[in-house]
Structures are given as structure tokens and as C-alpha cells.
């Protein structure tokens, strides 16, 4: 069985507990106590030297990085619906779409809901909250272009990316951006899947 090294308001670790329901894994769930910075700790950092949760252990092996992790068990699995698009080409356009979700999305986005949350507003650094915001702004406009005609960012179904992505737009109203239509009834579908739902509304 599979051991998740995680903590339950941690986003990253929240994209591997939805790919894990998605694909009904069977795995345990190890808590991290973040919150008593038990992962700067000696024994933690052996795991993970850069004292970060989500991390999948399988016997002696540990992976950390949520989008490799799910990559590998997607990988390792070969399930008859595989999330990964076949094709050469497709794929490397698919792997281009996780890289600008990470640097495009989730960073901008964690700049302002970790101040938003955790930093009292009398020292937010609100130009880079600004500049984040606006980047979230272009970012969504980019994914309107393929929300207008499509139900999911790739091949028309839930996948791979909805998984990275949700526990990410689920804060999206407190991104001081526009949000274009599509991308919202997009956002709202998500929510809707069963995985999704089953991890987020923890
Ligand atoms: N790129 C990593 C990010 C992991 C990450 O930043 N995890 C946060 C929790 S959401 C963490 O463990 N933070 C603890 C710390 O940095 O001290 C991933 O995709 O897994």
C-alpha cells in the first residue's frame, strides 16, 4: 500500500489525495504536522530535504513533488483511460499545460492567498500581490480560449490537469482578477467531481 506524507491544508498534498480517490488507490495517509514544523525536523528532512509535503512512499521509495508523483502512479498504473494523450506531440503540448499551470497559476495564486490568509494586510507586499494578480488575470484569459468551446482543458474530459488545478481554483474569488465566464462554469464543474469534491469539502 501506499503511504502520503501530508497535511490536510495543504493544497499540493490535496492534488494527490484527488488523484488517489480519482483512481480509487488504495493508500494511507501519513499527517505532517506542518503547523509544529515537524517538517524541518531531522527525521522529516530524511524523506524530503526540502522539508515539503506532499510525499508518496512505496516500501523504500519516496517521491516527492505533487505533479511527479501523480505522473508516476499514472505511469506505474496503465489504466485502460490513461490521463497521458499517447501521441508524442500531444503529450509534450500536455506537459507545456502543466508547466504554465505551476508558474502561471499556482505560484502567482499562492502569493496572494498566503497573505490573504496568513499575513496581517498591514504588510502585505500588495505590488507583488498586484503583479500576481495580473498574471492570474492573462493566465485565465489564455485558458478562456479553450473553455469557450470546450467542457476541460485537454481532450474534452475531467483529467490530469482539472486535478492539478482544483485545489488551486477553489480559492479563485479571492484573486482580485476577472474571471471570464467559461473559466468560471469551468471552475464550477470541477468543483462537482466526485474526487474533488470528497477532498476539498474535508
Ligand atoms: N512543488 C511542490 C510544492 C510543495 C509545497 O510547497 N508544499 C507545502 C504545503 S502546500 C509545504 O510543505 N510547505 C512547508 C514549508 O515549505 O515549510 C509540489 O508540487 O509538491
Given at each position: 500500500m501506499y503511504g502520503l506524507y501530508s497535511h490536510p491544508n495543504s493544497t499540493y498534498s490535496k492534488r494527490v489525495h484527488i488523484y488517489l480517490q480519482y483512481r480509487n488507490l488504495e493508500y494511507e495517509t501519513i499527517h505532517v504536522a506542518l503547523d509544529k514544523l515537524e517538517n524541518r525536523k531531522k527525521t522529516f528532512l530524511a524523506i524530503n530535504p526540502y522539508g515539503k509535503v506532499p510525499v508518496l512512499k512505496e516500501g523504500e521509495f519516496l517521491l516527492s513533488e505533487s505533479s511527479a508523483i501523480i505522473r508516476y502512479l499514472e505511469e506505474k498504473h496503465s489504466?485502460?483511460?490513461?490521463?497521458?494523450?499517447?501521441d508524442l506531440k500531444e503529450r509534450a503540448l500536455f506537459n507545456q499545460w502543466i508547466n504554465q499551470c505551476e508558474s502561471e497559476f499556482c505560484f502567482p495564486g499562492s502569493v496572494i492567498y498566503f497573505s490573504k490568509k496568513f499575513i496581517p494586510e498591514e504588510k502585505w507586499e500588495t505590488k507583488r500581490m498586484k503583479d500576481s494578480a495580473k498574471r492570474i488575470g492573462r493566465h485565465f484569459d489564455i485558458l478562456e480560449q479553450v473553455l469557450n468551446t470546450n467542457q476541460y482543458l485537454i481532450g474534452n474530459q475531467f483529467g490530469l490537469l482539472e486535478i492539478l488545478y482544483a485545489p488551486f481554483i477553489e480559492h479563485y474569488e479571492m484573486m482580485d482578477t476577472k474571471v471570464p465566464k467559461s473559466v468560471e462554469d469551468w471552475i464550477h464543474r470541477v468543483m462537482e467531481e466526485p474526487s474533488v469534491k470528497k477532498v476539498l469539502k474535508t
Open positions: 489504466f485502460p483511460n490513461p490521463l497521458f494523450p499517447a
